[in-house]
């Protein structure tokens, strides 16, 4: 699995778990519905303020959406 493949699978897993459809989140951060799908299938890496707006939307971080780690996560090692 490629690296924006997984960040594709986090995002959908935000989504759904938030309860929103693709066309509901495109409203909230102001994509296309057809951008979102390439996000979250891995087709296309997202820019940093569609980053920043997955972020706002669903309270998260972006070292959860890029990497999957969480605030308890020790184990991270820098770049």
Do not use: H, Q
């Given at each position: 699995?490629?690296?924006?493949?997984?960040?594709?699978?986090?995002?959908?897993?935000?989504?759904?778990?938030?309860?929103?459809?693709?066309?509901?989140?495109?409203?909230?951060?102001?994509?296309?519905?057809?951008?979102?799908w390439t996000?979250?299938?891995?087709?296309?890496?997202?820019?940093?303020?569609?980053?920043?707006?997955?972020?706002?939307?669903?309270?998260?971080?972006?070292?959860?959406?890029?990497?999957?780690?969480?605030?308890?996560?020790?184990?991270?090692?820098?770049?």
């Amino acid at each position: 699995m490629t690296w924006k493949e997984e960040v594709g699978l986090r995002l959908a897993r935000l989504r759904t778990k938030a309860g929103l459809t693709r066309p509901e989140l495109a409203k909230l951060i102001r994509y296309s519905e057809a951008s979102i799908w390439t996000w979250e299938t891995g087709r296309t890496a997202m820019s940093i303020d569609t980053l920043r707006a997955y972020c706002r939307v669903f309270k998260t971080t972006s070292d959860y959406i890029l990497f999957g780690l969480t605030k308890g996560d020790r184990n991270a090692k820098p770049l």
